[in-house]
């Protein structure tokens, strides 16, 4: 029986026209195998790159309403030159804008949120015969301007449009196999994982794995809609991300790394009521998104504030910071960029004890020393010294035998 | 007192940032002078043909509904840029595709036809002190698929924009001065004309001066909307194209040339009613146009038929004719592509009696032979050897003392 499936191919699978037939061929089998497919897709490769160039040869901070007018023409070049693909394979194929589709998003210019999919127009077409073929990344608000999701928003497309149809899985092809035990690159033991759940995926994304957007998980885990992260240039069978509720769990399902932070510390501010929303506050209002939070008792009822945010927004952070600690009476502002971030994410984490004091020991045993933690239910986190973070993560990997599947 | 115009800004005032932010800065001038503006933008430069290029890499004869969605986003790229410049000059402006307008056309891909505008949303944000910038040759049909109107659309839009807007003129700026009595490449005592006639440059479009869509000028024509054909790399006045009705009109205005044509004859078709449409319309239908056509009595109640096309369309017309003369009972077929037509154009010619015989014994004097002669009301075209074109010209221009003004 043949399922409903939404195919969503990122910019790396479609970087020129000789790509983007791969992925028609890709289509054409899934179809030939008495599967429905709707497809949506990213720009092609470095086209909204080429568009943000032509931007900023204009003006080094373009408006956003125009911005995203601009940016949303890559997607649409490449669900036209799809539909060609299609159609030269014999397959009946019609490309839509998100503008012509409907798809209502808030008004936020460059980083919008679907708001609503109207698939009345994808169900006729589907039931017909057609492909549709849907561009990723953008939307419409209300008064009728283009808006965009943000880098990465052909994910969350692709996860909204399946959720509408009620198709059976939305399958996101991208450059690499699938969802690993921690990055290849990095770990030579690395082992591609057949299944991984909702939540740990959202952990491991968020801690650095750049596989899934964050949103895209976000939105799927909360509709139950299955995601199966695959590779346009090879046969493997991917990994599927979805709601697993299994009795015997991997404690440690995957690493993930992430060496572009920078750690601020601002010290020796007076401990009281509503000091750490007086630090965090300005940074967020000024757009810097700030990752892990360490809050530790100073001297003397003065408390030691440390927090990481991109590299890039470092140093204005920092200048942020020195405001803050002048008006709150705090002592000096320290900035380190020469960290990394690494995590151990495991559904089976829950209610197990001991599994923070083995991954600190292995660390101990490989002299690494660890600059801040933080926890969440299923991952636990340290910042550490960069050049330590390969040396991490391969410890880490051994000692919890990531390389070995639990039902082998 | 300020003017409301339309500007239209063609691929050659935009091919690169550095040209669209030239046009901008005219723009700017207009709005500074006190008058009120809508803007109209072809694709920049070569965008349209890079388009093009990829739909051919994948699909030689592309499906035209996708064709039309892909070359769109050509359009789009310029709004959302120049609507990035004027806001850089603190001038407010937003960018509108035709679909977000909805500029309703029907359903010919390629070549669709504007039938509907609508302007309360422009006219709000003119009131409002915003400047429109409109995307150019696209439009969509009833079933909301994207439309496009064919090379040279831009102008058609910014003339219908124009006539729904009731805008005081149409500006079209390209990369010449204005109307010429004559191509100034190929005769150089060519003049700059200040003014011509719908019907006038109508003809001359139709004869080869490219600087003006058709379409375009006759919708202009049809709803009384002047067009000034401005360029935006000089200061000159331009030509006003407009409705005249003056006493004293130039005999010949201007001398149009065009040396891409083939001349195709068939011979010996037995000399019945209905054979010019049984000749043409297997032609037609299959998407050649038909320029020159011209029908003579040939030996033995058979006739002789000529007609130009495109050079590019000449062998696919060969091949129609040879099956329509089996199917007819006629004889031979001959092309001819080593051709140029000169046609002379004038308001004044209506009712002079003479000016053809002048134009023939000019021609005869410099020894040029006529292949084939067609007029109409304001026009005489003659089809002449190839190599012979800019001797015709030159000396039709001295004759009709096309170097001096009227008023001069």
Redo the contacts between chains.
């Keep these: 029986m043949g399922k409903l499936l939404v195919q969503k191919f990122g910019g790396t699978s479609l970087v020129d026209?000789k790509r983007?037939?791969a992925a028609a061929d890709i289509i054409v089998k899934t179809i030939s195998e008495g599967n429905s497919v709707a497809v949506v897709l990213s720009a092609m490769g470095v086209e909204t790159d080429r568009?943000i160039d032509?931007?900023k040869?204009?003006?080094p901070e373009?408006?956003l309403?125009?911005?995203d007018?601009?940016v949303?023409?890559g997607e649409?070049?490449s669900?036209?030159?799809m539909?060609?693909?299609l159609?030269?394979r014999n397959l009946k194929a019609?490309?839509y804008?998100a503008?012509?589709l409907g798809i209502q998003t808030n008004k936020r210019h460059g980083r919008a949120r679907i708001l609503d999919v109207k698939v009345e127009k994808l169900k006729k077409q589907i039931k017909k015969g057609v492909i549709p073929v849907i561009t990723g990344f953008q939307g419409m608000n209300d008064e009728?301007?283009?808006t965009t999701l943000g880098r990465g928003g052909s994910d969350t497309t692709g996860v909204a449009i399946a959720v509408a149809l009620g198709a059976d899985e939305c399958q996101i092809f991208t450059d690499v196999d699938g969802v690993f035990t921690t990055d290849p690159r990095i770990c030579s033991k690395a082992r591609l994982l057949n299944q991984v759940s909702f939540e740990e995926m959202l952990e491991l994304s968020s801690a650095g794995a750049k596989v899934l957007q964050l949103r895209a998980v976000e939105y799927a885990r909360k509709n139950k809609m299955p995601i199966r992260v695959l590779s346009s240039f090879s046969e493997s069978p991917g990994t599927l991300v979805e709601e697993i509720e299994e009795m015997e769990r991997p404690v440690v399902s995957g690493i993930s790394s992430l060496d572009n932070e920078a750690k601020l510390t601002i010290r020796g501010v007076p401990d009281l009521p509503g000091v750490a929303a007086k630090i965090l506050s300005p940074i967020s209002d000024s757009g810097i998104e700030v990752d892990v939070i360490v809050q530790n008792i100073g001297a003397e009822n003065t408390t030691d504030f440390t927090f990481t945010v991109d590299q890039k927004d470092a140093s204005s952070a920092e200048e942020i910071l020195k405001n803050t600690s002048k008006s709150l009476g705090g002592g000096s502002i320290e900035m380190d960029d020469d960290i990394a971030k690494v995590s151990i994410v495991g559904r089976g984490m829950r209610g197990q004890s001991g599994i923070a004091s083995k991954m600190f020991q292995v660390l101990a045993d490989n002299e690494i020393n660890i600059l801040m933690i933080t926890t969440s239910e299923i991952k636990i986190s340290v910042v550490i010294q960069k050049d330590l973070m390969k040396k991490a993560v391969n410890a880490l990997h051994d000692a919890f035998q990531l390389d070995k599947s639990l039902k082998a």
């Design positions: 026209t983007l037939e568009l032509l931007a040869a204009i003006h373009p408006n309403r125009e911005y007018a601009l949303s023409t649409q070049i669900v036209a030159l539909a060609m693909a159609s030269k019609k490309s804008t503008y012509q009728g301007d283009i």
